[in-house]
């Protein structure tokens, strides 16, 4: 099959793998359609890692069944679906008790099998691909791993019906974040650094939009919230903006508010200058929020599907470009300059 492979330099080598073929009764193997581009993938762009050479990645997919094990009795060939990456060992105390976003074995496990999309085939366990109604297309459906984050960081912090909430970063998982809080009957205002996706943000329903190198956020999250502070600060943005918009998301959070961390932080130990004496006055919780799993007896991802479906949630709205598997790199690049491009969320078809 065709594949996208990183090359030590961190771009992709689009070439011919071996096909995977399914290791057990109970799993699947899918034709993937279309593949999103995460921030996550971002940050390793272009950046030398050993650890990733020669490997596929991509964790945002749809696509078609082409083959089902033996055991395999509620899909079958020709069922599109979507494709829940977030996959642990299913021997650990978490995943026993179907924690698997804190698997402590979760990358090197998904990284073998479904979090794999930049090619034509992805194999995995049945009970990760999930059905799709006609009328939702891939294009959409490789949107619901990034709503589905927004999802859980919602469950965690409690998000509660006329919460005055901001949301820093307009990238695919802070407009995902804001669109789920105007569904769940929040107030939202949300930051960025660039016009376009604040665009986008109100055209989704933002409350406020502040671009925070032009316009006063804190001013603006106080007139917002009659001098408060909001309920919950969720930051969206992640990797090299974080210095600033944790700090940002702390100031933003009333006293007895919450902060949430969405976005990705890298590997290892990172410093970052906080309010602490705030902080802790204020009882300020931060809650960290990572990937996402079941809540209560429901796939979060399900629960995001079923919003969709219901047309609770826009997907198209934030898919900016398409790419054919064969210019994956002008996709990633495209996805990397967002000033230039006016780029959300960029899809890799196949
Ligand atoms: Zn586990």
């Keep these: 099959m065709k594949a996208a492979v990183k090359t030590a330099k961190g771009d992709f080598e689009v070439k011919e793998v071996e096909t995977p073929t399914i290791p057990h009764p109970d799993w699947v193997r899918a034709r993937v359609r279309v593949a999103?581009?995460?921030?996550?993938?971002?940050?390793?762009?272009?950046?030398?890692?050993?650890?990733?050479?020669?490997?596929?990645?991509?964790?945002?997919?749809?696509?078609?069944?082409?083959?089902?094990?033996d055991e395999v009795t509620d899909l079958k060939k020709g069922d599109r679906v979507v494709v829940e990456t977030v996959l642990g060992d299913d021997t650990c105390e978490w995943c026993r008790a179907q924690q698997y976003n804190l698997c402590p074995h979760l990358y090197e496990v998904r990284e073998k099998s479904v979090s794999r999309a930049f090619a034509e085939y992805v194999i995995g366990p049945a009970k990760k691909f999930y059905k799709l109604p006609d009328h939702v297309s891939f294009e959409e459906a490789a949107l619901l791993d990034t709503f589905t984050v927004g999802l859980h960081a919602m469950h965690v912090t409690n998000l509660s019906l006329n919460d005055r909430v901001a949301i820093l970063g307009a990238g695919p998982i802070g407009l995902g974040q804001l669109q789920l809080a105007k569904a769940a009957g929040a107030k939202a205002l949300i930051t960025d650094v660039l016009d376009f996706p604040l665009q986008?943000?109100?055209?989704?329903?933002?409350?406020?939009?502040?671009?925070?190198?032009?316009?006063?956020?804190?001013?603006?999250?106080?007139?917002?919230?009659?001098?408060?502070?909001?309920?919950?600060?969720?930051?969206?943005?992640?990797?090299?903006?974080?210095?600033?918009?944790?700090a940002q998301a702390t100031s933003f959070a009333r006293i007895g508010g919450k902060v949430a961390l969405v976005g990705g932080f890298d590997d290892g130990p990172s410093?970052?200058?906080?309010?602490?004496?705030?902080?802790?006055?204020?009882?300020?919780?931060?809650?960290?929020?990572?990937?996402?799993?079941?809540?209560?007896?429901?796939?979060?991802?399900?629960?995001?599907?079923?919003?969709?479906?219901?047309?609770?949630?826009?997907?198209?709205?934030?898919?900016?470009?398409?790419?054919?598997?064969?210019?994956?790199?002008?996709a990633f690049e495209t996805a990397e300059d967002k000033e230039r491009n006016n780029s959300i969320f960029v899809a890799v078809t196949m």
Excluded at 42 to 51: A, F, I, M, N
């Design 36 to 69: 999103g581009i995460c921030g996550t993938d971002l940050r390793h762009w272009k950046v030398e890692d050993p650890h990733l050479e020669g490997k596929i990645v991509g964790h945002e997919l749809a696509g078609e069944i082409v083959e089902v094990g």
């Design 200 to 246: 986008v943000a109100e055209k989704l329903g933002a409350d406020v939009t502040v671009n925070t190198k032009t316009g006063d956020a804190y001013k603006s999250v106080m007139e917002f919230t009659g001098g408060r502070g909001v309920d919950i600060a969720f930051e969206c943005a992640g990797g090299d903006a974080l210095p600033t918009t944790l």
């Design 271 to 330: 410093t970052f200058t906080l309010e602490w004496q705030r902080i802790q006055k204020g009882e300020i919780q931060i809650i960290p929020s990572a990937s996402y799993a079941l809540w209560g007896i429901y796939p979060e991802m399900v629960m995001c599907l079923d919003l969709l479906a219901f047309g609770k949630l826009d997907a198209k709205s934030l898919v900016t470009h398409r790419f054919p598997l064969d210019q994956i790199n002008e």
